[in-house]
């Protein structure tokens, strides 16, 4: 195995003395450990293998042969029982190396076929094998199983195991340990110590942020452009040659590999960045050209082809020391490295998840070459393996190789040789923030073999959603709520609803969240009032709130385009946008009246500039949609009219019979009251349910009320403060209105949303707020939302859980509403509605919050769609809960 890992000449040195005689006084002995490995301890029985292995690791880093002896046979000194045993040893040692974890085997090891098997083990896992010999005096060995009661060995085995020991002492480099350290007699045994040294890839401490810079090839003006464009200040020597370039304050830049080759100045290029990199300025991957070039150097025999001759020719030019410099520094280019705390990894080639960290000359080989298919294409070259379209890692991976007309983001990987040598551009990711940065190429400094193909990886998104995203328990990490577990029959649910009855999932970017209502009022008549939603978020120290009007409709997300272009361009999907219900199901099944309303929400983001201000070719608006007939015509008939016209056909009768039974003399004033009382309810039940229902003729008696501008292209606006919405939906509202007043056969469409704010510690305004829903309500209004002002709060005292989220809304509805909700007499049993318990709901629509302003995240950061899509399916998961529906 060839890799960035292979031993430094010190280390060699370090290796050779080991292996050398043992000195009269030994010093301290340091012995350099990789961090992520497999640590092989040889040495005979009774060498104190265990006792070195308790010393200098920690317990769950060490697996016991003796220890997995006893797992199988109840007895660890049971040797008929090895062969098992060396299986559960040989399967916990591949799962703790899979999870990227130091593994020490504390096992005689002394025979190769013992160690073969742990070799393989690590290669398939990719770290390095390093063994640890303790070669102690077989006398020493003896006399300390001797001294043990539970082990007593036969006399020939002692020294058995030291020949087998002393024969594999020169040979275990050949078997592949990468590091080899042997310790000889008690005294040197004492004296080591082990010292854990990071990987040369592990660059997790530096967190950016960082410019990385596409394939150059020796286009070293275009270069200089990118760089001066991303705020570098060029230093030039006296020959005026740039040796470095000095970022902006904070900034680093990461150069993926390809600098040389092809293009017109090789040596510039590679003066510059290793000016850069030397200075600390810059980091440098290899590419697969420097790779070949530092070979051709060493005077290595290489295939001069693919620019390559380019590059001697004007590496000829330049002084012998500058070639060696070059020379040495290629050598010194380390595969891949994860930075910011492993959230990204850079490379030249790409690298799947299982690679990441990893050293091996698998993994070196992948980042520099990728991996094919075996195939070759019309032009002879390879076809290469389409491994970021499977790509579902958590790391951004960035990388080149592979020339695109434009880099764009695949599952969490971009690629960025958009072919700047063959007459494209130079581009550059500037991370975190995701923003790509190109400038063009001077000219065609090399014809391509191969025309850049618009299907290369980067070149379209990949599959928006795959079964294995979203099937079974998941767990989505969440920026808000930290980790959300989705339960597997939930998920199945969601899968059901998704596969079947919903849009597009390209187009789902959002789904709304659940929303609690507040707690129980204790006023007569009312089992919900504001009072009781502003004391909750007064005890939250939230001061500042916005009261909502509800409409009279359903909930409704609306994704509009500027032009049918602009979606296509993040969703894949080409058209004027899409309106959704809170299950992800088209909202109309008229797609005319679809595009008409669509139509009206452009028109008036174009007119209002909305579009403009906010530098976008789509919004994502979350809505009601009234009138809620238009959705729920068929409900409405079959549950709600039901009962009215029961009512009203029952009722009568009944009261009828009873004032004739009284004139007959009988005392039936009780029963008539009470009926009269449910005839009286029945009625309000029918005229609370009406108030949703109005006659509708293409757009005319349609309403839009959007109260929140969730996204834009690069922007999540969910967490802006709520009065920005309004004000942004106010300017909607106006523009519709004025192009209704234009054209006169119109009405408006996009309808205002009432609202009050609300100071919590001044009791005017508390009082006025509550007024306010008390005329609303009064009016047939449904009622209220009750927001924090500044949309996402945390809070460090009471609030759902300390220091967790405040709950983002909470609904208030007005008494005759619920009459729907809870049934025409419902106000008869107030006293049993209020021990309703909120507990579970409340936990939902906190959960579903975050995954939703999660979605909002990802797709503002332009990540893949589908990772957009995994909070908005989890959303979906979680409305199967099992909550009581009324809340």
Not at 170 to 190: D, N
Not at 629 to 645: F, H, I, N, T
Not at 719 to 727: G, K, S, T, Y
Not at 762 to 770: L, P, W
Request: a negative charge.
């Amino acid at each position: 195995m060839t890799d960035e890992a292979t031993p430094t000449p010190e280390q060699h040195q370090h290796q050779e003395h080991d292996q050398g005689r043992p000195q009269d006084h030994p010093a301290p002995r340091r012995l350099p450990v990789t961090d992520v490995s497999l640590v092989v301890l040889i040495g005979t029985s009774g060498a104190g293998k265990s006792t070195f292995a308790r010393r200098h690791f920690r317990p769950t880093q060490v697996v016991s042969s003796d220890f997995c002896r006893g797992l199988v046979a109840d007895d660890e000194n049971d040797q008929s029982a090895s062969a098992e045993a060396f299986d559960v040893l040989h399967y916990i040692v591949g799962k703790r190396l899979a999870a990227g974890r130091l593994t020490v085997v504390d096992a005689t090891n002394v025979q190769p076929e013992a160690r073969r098997q742990l070799v393989r083990i690590a290669r398939e896992h990719d770290v390095l094998p390093i063994a640890i010999v303790l070669d102690v005096p077989p006398g020493v060995c003896a006399e300390r199983n001797r001294s043990r009661p539970d082990r007593q060995l036969p006399a020939h085995v002692v020294p058995r195991q030291h020949r087998e020991l002393r024969r594999s002492l020169h040979g275990l480099e050949r078997e592949g340990f990468r590091k080899v350290h042997v310790l000889r007699g008690e005294a040197e045994v004492a004296a080591a110590e082990v010292e854990l040294e990071k990987r040369y890839n592990d660059l997790r401490h530096l967190t950016g942020p960082f410019d990385i810079v596409g394939d150059i090839h020796g286009c070293r003006s275009e270069l200089e452009t990118l760089l001066t464009r991303l705020g570098y200040t060029l230093t030039r020597d006296a020959g005026g040659r740039p040796v470095d370039a000095v970022p902006p304050a904070g900034r680093t830049a990461v150069f993926v590999g390809d600098l040389v080759d092809r293009g017109p100045d090789t040596p510039g290029v590679l003066r510059l960045v290793m000016g850069m990199v030397g200075a600390g300025h810059a980091l440098c991957v290899p590419g697969n050209h420097e790779n070949k070039l530092g070979r051709a150097l060493d005077g290595k025999k290489v295939n001069v082809a693919y620019g390559l001759q380019e590059s001697l020719d004007q590496l000829a030019g330049e002084s012998e020391e500058f070639r060696a410099e070059a020379r040495e520094f290629m050598r010194g280019l380390v595969s891949h490295y994860l930075l910011d705390g492993g959230a990204l990894v850079v490379c030249h080639a790409g690298l799947p998840e299982r690679y990441h960290g990893r050293n091996s000359g698998r993994v070196r080989s992948h980042a520099l070459y990728g991996e094919t298919t075996g195939e070759t294409d019309e032009y002879g070259l390879p076809v290469r393996y389409p491994w970021a379209e499977e790509y579902r890692g958590k790391a951004l991976v960035v990388y080149g190789h592979t020339p695109v007309p434009s880099a764009s983001f695949v599952n969490n990987t971009v690629c960025l040789d958009t072919g700047c040598v063959f007459g494209g551009t130079l581009t550059a990711l500037r991370y975190p923030e995701r923003e790509l940065v190109s400038v063009p190429a001077e000219r065609e400094w090399y014809a391509p073999v191969r025309p850049l193909s618009t299907d290369a990886p980067g070149a379209r998104e990949g599959r928006p959603l795959d079964l294995a995203d979203v099937a079974g328990r998941r767990i989505v990490e969440t920026g808000l709520h930290g980790r959300v577990a989705v339960r597997e029959e939930n998920a199945a649910a969601a899968l059901e609803v998704m596969s079947r009855f919903a849009l597009d999932p390209r187009l789902l970017a959002y789904l709304p969240p659940t929303m609690a209502p507040s707690a129980a009022s204790r006023r007569d008549g009312f089992l919900e009032h504001p009072q009781e939603a502003f004391a909750a978020y007064r005890a939250d120290g939230v001061r500042h709130l916005v009261c909502e009007e509800k409409h009279m409709g359903s909930r409704a997300v609306v994704l509009v385009a500027r032009d049918d272009a602009a979606l296509e361009r993040r969703f894949g999907v080409a058209g004027p946008g899409a309106i959704w219900t809170r299950t992800g199901r088209a909202f109309l099944a008229d797609d005319g009246l679809t595009a008409a309303v669509l139509g009206r929400v452009r028109a008036a983001a174009e007119r209002s500039g909305l579009f403009d201000e906010l530098g976008t070719g789509w919004l994502l608006l979350d809505a009601e949609l009234m009138p809620w007939s238009l959705k729920a015509v068929e409900l409405l008939r079959r549950q709600y009219a039901a009962v009215g016209a029961a009512a009203g056909a029952a009722l009568p009768e009944a009261l009828a019979a009873l004032e004739r039974a009284a004139g007959r003399g009988l005392d039936l004033a009780e029963l008539t009251g009470r009926q009269r009382r449910r005839a009286a309810d029945a009625q309000a039940f029918t005229e609370a349910y009406r108030r949703y229902c109005w006659p509708t003729e293409g757009l005319s008696g349609v309403r839009l009320a959007p109260f929140q501008v969730l996204a834009a292209e690069g922007a999540n606006l969910a967490v802006r403060p709520h009065d920005e919405h309004l004000a942004w939906i106010d300017r909607l509202v106006v523009a519709d209105e004025a192009a209704s007043e234009t054209d006169g056969d119109r009405a408006p469409v996009v309808h205002r949303t009432g609202r009050f704010l609300v100071d919590t510690e001044d009791e005017a305004s508390v009082a006025a707020a509550t007024a306010w829903w008390e005329e609303l309500t009064a009016a047939g209004g449904e009622g209220m939302v009750v927001k924090p002002l500044a949309s996402v709060v945390r809070t460090e005292r009471g609030g759902e859980r300390p220091g967790g989220l405040v709950q983002p809304g909470v609904k208030v509805r007005g008494r005759e509403y619920l009459r729907i909700v809870y049934g025409p007499d419902y106000t008869e049993y107030l006293d049993r509605l209020r021990e309703r318990s909120l507990g579970h709901k409340r936990s939902l629509a906190l959960r579903e919050y975050a995954l939703g302003l999660e979605a909002l995240d990802r797709l503002a950061a332009g990540e893949p769609l589908w990772r957009v899509h995994e909070p908005v399916f989890a959303v979906l998961a979680l409305e199967s809960e099992p909550v009581d529906p009324r809340l």
